[in-house]
């Protein structure tokens, strides 16, 4: 069984910049790949990033390429993205994920999800 529970979200100015925190429970969470996604009123879910379980091999979506920062700390079970030069585009909820087998960019192939964290920023 794994748990993750995300926190960090937020209200941001434009340009600004928000740290998002994933903290997993469960056995040998430090194996699986974690990912972010986001999902914004009217709009499809969006898979944003990615990092292996050894945290060497990382994934971005072109639309946050540059500007999010994803990482992780395996002593304390938690994955981060580090979001900067924020603009209204990324107002979302924010979901970490956690997959066994993961496939770069695919949502489905993630086995665990949180609920999400509000980050909102305006203009």
Do not use: H
């Not at 994934?59 to 924020?86: E, P």
């Not at 603009?87 to 999800?113: H, I, K, L, Q, R």
């Amino acid at each position: 069984q794994v748990q993750l529970m995300e926190s960090g979200g937020g209200q941001v100015q434009a340009g600004g910049s928000l740290r998002l925190s994933c903290a997993a429970s469960g056995r040998s969470v430090s194996s699986l790949a974690m990912g972010w996604c986001r999902l914004a009123p009217g709009k499809e879910r969006e898979f944003l990033a990615s990092i292996s379980w050894r945290g060497g091999n990382t994934y971005y979506a072109d639309s946050v390429k540059g500007r999010f920062t994803i990482s992780r700390d395996n002593v304390k079970n938690t994955v981060y993205l580090q979001m900067n030069s924020l603009n209204a585009e990324d107002t979302a909820v924010y979901y970490c994920a956690a997959a066994y087998f993961p496939v770069a960019g695919s949502p489905m192939s993630y086995d665990y999800w949180g609920q999400g964290t509000q980050v909102t920023v305006s203009a």
